[in-house]
């Protein structure tokens, strides 16, 4: 069964970054776009960042851009979210996806999907 697990959420302060993950098993996704979404208590699910097979092309809501960073490591068939000077609007439950198509901004686009880590930054 193909499958997408999240970790590395936690508490921080505001200022304070930390780093996600998502750990494909099951198969390799090694071909397939990743992205990063949120969702919020009450908020639509948004996206958050892209990256594609190679890592050469990524893509970043203007909300994070320039604070956060998404990476990836084929070999590990992993995915990271690095997130630098965070906010409390950046409170959400973070979920990671994955496409076999190019880089995209829309959660109908994405066909796999993990868990979820809560992130919760405090003022």
């Known amino acids: 069964q193909v499958q997408l697990v999240e970790s590395g959420g936690g508490m921080v302060q505001a200022g304070g970054s930390l780093r996600l993950s998502c750990a494909a098993s099951?198969?390799?996704?090694?071909?397939?776009?990743k992205g990063w979404f949120r969702q919020a208590p009450g908020k639509e699910r948004e996206f958050v960042a892209a990256?594609?097979?190679?890592?050469?092309?990524?893509y970043y809501a203007d909300s994070v851009k320039g604070r956060f960073t998404i990476s990836r490591d084929n070999a590990k068939n992993t995915v990271y979210l690095q997130m630098n000077s965070l906010k409390p609007e950046d409170t959400a439950v973070y979920y990671c996806?994955?496409?076999?198509?190019?880089?995209?901004?829309?959660?109908?686009?994405?066909?796999?999907w993990g868990q979820g880590t809560q992130v919760t930054v405090s003022s």
């Open positions: 996806a994955a496409r076999p198509g190019g880089v995209a901004t829309m959660e109908i686009e994405y066909d796999y």
């Open positions: 099951g198969r390799t996704f090694n071909t397939y776009t």
């Open positions: 990256i594609n097979w190679s890592g050469a092309n990524t």
